[in-house]
């Protein structure tokens, strides 16, 4: 344990709810970070190198591969640092401001380092037989793992930033709210950036030319269109909506004074994390669920743009409108986890949601029209943001809040080590089955491996102790 934590945060003291305008604040960055995962990873990169570059689905796989490993690396240790200062939003703001710059980098090496080619791109080049490589390439690869690797690496410290914001009985409410928010943060997201991929408005249609003009001249590397036009301004909307957090909200339990921070005694601290998971029941057990069920969604995340074009025949320019009507049952469907949360268990909440995931990931694999996909990914939307809505409290419930820094970190530690494989093994099976039995049915194994993963999952959690149910909490509570 760390002692110096519990000497300055003791669990014994009830935490008080703090003024409204930094809850908010706090729930705003979860709109901010959503916008940004549905633009650059859902969205664009992923169809920009597979569609416009003509690069495999293995080569984005390297890329959330390499992500992964350095999420791996060096996230644990950092949980273990902001644990024994508890500060938190330093680490949150360094990472945000991180993958902001990367993520204006996107931009500016597809525009100078790549040709200009791909869908909606304005006097777009002719190249037969190209496919990208070389330095360009790698130039854009190395600022989405940075911009990706910073993106992911805000999100234990946000986290366990939640436990100092409000009481315990309201977490699974805040946490729906933040939920809530991302994907608004989404549709809002996709809403502002589209007119930069191709000069309309999803749902609406074509914008004015002279609008249009302005935004591109006002954004950098964004005077072509096409889904290269789309990173620049991704990057300062995310931002902006980030500021909220960055200006408002605050350590409430830091460490009085100067602090001498055990460098050698982090370092050690991460494998110790892994041995004191034994103090806690169920704390192994839902860190392994949360190993393959993150995975299997951050897969899907990565891949699901490219599947709607490629395997369920969505025109480009249609995409955004897909996922931005498709995100707005997760509104309403994260505010209803959220009560469901605080109302039932976080353990029985997360168990149903990944049930409903196998179903629908079946589903998925089975529908052939477009208006069934409607369906199918309306239904997605409306349990996806489930998930970050129960795992929060369900962890709190599992270890003392003074070591919740660390502990979110091996939660991420846990998923993202697992998606070096997950997108590997969707890329794998792609690439090796189309020459075998065409795109369409390739793609859709792969989902069928996705739903595999959530069986898995789903086997593993339901032994994950039921607070709800009476089981002790964890010693120093």
Same mark, same amino acid.
């Given at each position: 344990?760390?002692?110096?934590?519990?000497?300055s945060?003791?669990? &014994?003291?009830a935490?008080p709810?703090?003024?409204? !305008?930094?809850?908010?604040?706090? /729930?705003?960055?979860?709109?901010?970070?959503?916008?940004?995962?549905?633009?650059?990873v859902?969205?664009?990169?992923?169809?920009?190198?597979?569609?416009?570059?003509?690069?495999?689905?293995?080569?984005?796989?390297?890329?959330?591969?390499?992500?992964?490993?350095?999420?791996?690396?060096? =996230?644990?240790v950092?949980?273990?640092?902001?644990?024994?200062?508890?500060?938190?939003?330093s680490?949150?703001?360094?990472?945000?401001?991180? #993958?902001? %710059?990367?993520?204006?980098?996107?931009?500016?090496?597809?525009?100078?380092?790549?040709?200009?080619?791909?869908?909606?791109?304005?006097?777009?080049v002719?190249i037969?037989?190209?496919?990208?490589?070389?330095?360009?390439?790698?130039a854009?690869?190395?600022?989405?793992?940075?911009?990706?690797?910073?993106?992911?690496?805000?999100?234990?410290?946000?986290?366990?930033?939640?436990?100092?914001?409000?009481?315990? !009985?309201?977490?699974?409410?805040?946490?729906?709210?933040?939920?809530?928010l991302?994907?608004?943060?989404?549709i809002?997201?996709v809403?502002?950036?589209?007119?930069?991929?191709?000069?309309?408005?999803?749902?609406?249609?074509?914008?004015?030319?002279?609008l249009?003009?302005?935004?591109? $001249?006002?954004?950098?590397? $964004?005077?072509?269109?096409?889904?290269?036009s789309?990173?620049?301004?991704?990057?300062v909307?995310?931002?902006?909506?980030?500021?909220?957090?960055?200006?408002?909200?605050?350590?409430?339990?830091?460490?009085?004074?100067?602090t001498?921070?055990?460098?050698?005694k982090?370092f050690r601290?991460?494998? !110790?994390?892994?041995?004191?998971?034994?103090?806690?029941p169920?704390?192994?057990?839902?860190?392994?669920? &949360?190993?393959?069920y @993150?995975?299997?969604?951050?897969? *899907? *995340?990565?891949?699901?743009?490219?599947?709607?074009?490629?395997?369920?025949?969505?025109?480009? &320019? &249609?995409?955004?409108? =897909?996922f931005?009507? =498709?995100?707005?049952?997760?509104?309403?469907g994260?505010?209803?986890?959220? @009560?469901? $949360?605080?109302?039932?268990?976080?353990?029985?909440?997360? #168990?149903?949601?990944?049930?409903?995931?196998?179903?629908?990931?079946?589903?998925?694999?089975?529908?052939s029209?477009k208006?069934?996909?409607?369906? %199918?990914?309306?239904?997605?939307?409306?349990?996806?943001?489930?998930?970050?809505?129960?795992?929060?409290?369900?962890?709190?419930?599992?270890?003392?809040?003074?070591?919740?820094?660390?502990?979110f970190?091996?939660m991420?530690?846990?998923?993202? /080590?697992?998606?070096?494989?997950?997108?590997f093994?969707?890329?794998?099976?792609?690439?090796?089955l189309?020459?075998? %039995?065409? !795109?369409? $049915?390739?793609?859709?194994?792969?989902?069928?491996?996705?739903? *595999?993963?959530?069986?898995?999952?789903?086997?593993? =959690?339901?032994?994950?102790?039921?607070? %709800?149910?009476?089981?002790?909490?964890?010693?120093?509570?």
């Amino acid at each position: 344990m760390h002692t110096l934590v519990h000497d300055s945060f003791p669990d &014994s003291v009830a935490v008080p709810r703090a003024p409204l !305008k930094e809850r908010l604040s706090w /729930a705003i960055y979860d709109f901010a970070a959503t916008l940004f995962s549905m633009n650059v990873v859902t969205l664009y990169f992923a169809v920009w190198l597979v569609s416009d570059l003509h690069t495999s689905n293995t080569t984005v796989a390297v890329a959330n591969g390499i992500t992964a490993a350095l999420v791996v690396i060096s =996230l644990p240790v950092f949980g273990a640092l902001s644990d024994v200062t508890r500060r938190r939003k330093s680490w949150v703001v360094g990472f945000t401001l991180l #993958c902001a %710059v990367a993520t204006m980098l996107i931009g500016v090496f597809g525009s100078t380092l790549l040709p200009l080619v791909g869908d909606a791109v304005s006097g777009a080049v002719t190249i037969p037989g190209y496919r990208a490589e070389g330095g360009g390439l790698i130039a854009v690869m190395a600022a989405f793992i940075v911009a990706n690797y910073a993106h992911q690496g805000a999100v234990p410290f946000y986290n366990a930033m939640m436990p100092e914001l409000v009481p315990r !009985k309201e977490w699974g409410r805040l946490s729906g709210l933040g939920a809530a928010l991302a994907y608004v943060g989404s549709i809002v997201g996709v809403l502002m950036i589209t007119p930069f991929f191709d000069g309309t408005l999803p749902v609406a249609g074509p914008l004015p030319h002279g609008l249009i003009q302005t935004l591109r $001249t006002v954004f950098p590397y $964004t005077e072509h269109g096409g889904r290269v036009s789309t990173f620049f301004p991704t990057a300062v909307v995310f931002l902006i909506f980030a500021l909220p957090l960055i200006v408002v909200c605050r350590d409430h339990f830091p460490i009085a004074g100067p602090t001498v921070v055990p460098w050698r005694k982090a370092f050690r601290d991460v494998s !110790k994390t892994f041995a004191d998971t034994k103090q806690y029941p169920g704390m192994r057990r839902f860190l392994l669920a &949360s190993f393959v069920y @993150q995975d299997a969604m951050g897969t *899907i *995340i990565s891949f699901m743009a490219v599947y709607a074009v490629v395997a369920m025949g969505f025109e480009s &320019s &249609s995409a955004a409108t =897909l996922f931005v009507i =498709l995100t707005v049952p997760a509104v309403f469907g994260s505010w209803l986890w959220g @009560q469901m $949360t605080d109302k039932f268990g976080a353990q029985r909440t997360l #168990c149903f949601i990944i049930g409903a995931w196998i179903l629908l990931l079946i589903a998925m694999m089975l529908v052939s029209s477009k208006s069934l996909f409607w369906v %199918v990914g309306a239904s997605i939307g409306f349990i996806y943001g489930g998930v970050s809505v129960a795992e929060r409290p369900l962890l709190l419930t599992l270890v003392p809040e003074a070591e919740a820094g660390r502990f979110f970190s091996l939660m991420i530690l846990s998923a993202r /080590a697992a998606a070096i494989v997950g997108p590997f093994i969707w890329g794998f099976a792609v690439d090796g089955l189309t020459p075998v %039995v065409g !795109k369409d $049915t390739a793609y859709r194994a792969a989902v069928g491996t996705v739903a *595999i993963a959530m069986i898995i999952a789903l086997l593993v =959690l339901r032994g994950v102790p039921d607070r %709800v149910r009476g089981e002790a909490r964890p010693a120093n509570y």
